[in-house]
């Protein structure tokens, strides 16, 4: 079976830092393009960052460029995203997902996604 879990969610100050991770298990991330999507209380799920399968290229929301750092590690089978200089609008549960087919649509776009974890809390407030 497909899994991704996402751990490293929390409660941090402003200013603060977090590293979130995203482990697969039942399929190898090297061949999948992973994608970190963002949910606040009402509001629509929204992407975060995304790194390629192919030749590693990073992407990132204009609202988190420069601040949060996507990255890889496959021989552990797991997708970093490292929060640094944390807002209080950064505030949401975190999710991983992994595309496995060739994009159709932007990277930003929750639908282009095969699989999805089950999401993390990251609160940022003093």
């Known amino acids: 079976q497909v899994h991704l879990v996402e751990s490293g969610g929390g409660l941090v100050q402003p200013g603060g830092s977090l590293r979130l991770s995203c482990a697969a298990s039942g399929f190898t991330l090297d061949y999948f393009a992973i994608g970190w999507f963002r949910q606040a209380p009402g509001k629509e799920r929204e992407g975060v960052s995304c790194i390629s399968s192919s030749d590693g290229s990073t992407y990132y929301a204009d609202s988190v460029l420069g601040r949060f750092t996507i990255s890889r590690d496959n021989a552990k089978n797991t997708v970093y995203l490292q929060m640094n200089s944390l807002k209080p609008e950064d505030t949401a549960v975190y999710y991983c997902?992994?595309?496995?087919?060739?994009?159709?649509?932007?990277?930003?776009?929750?639908?282009?996604?095969?699989?999805w974890g089950q999401g993390t809390q990251v609160t940022v407030s003093s």
């Open positions: 997902a992994a595309k496995s087919n060739s994009w159709s649509g932007a990277w930003t776009d929750r639908y282009e996604y095969d699989y």
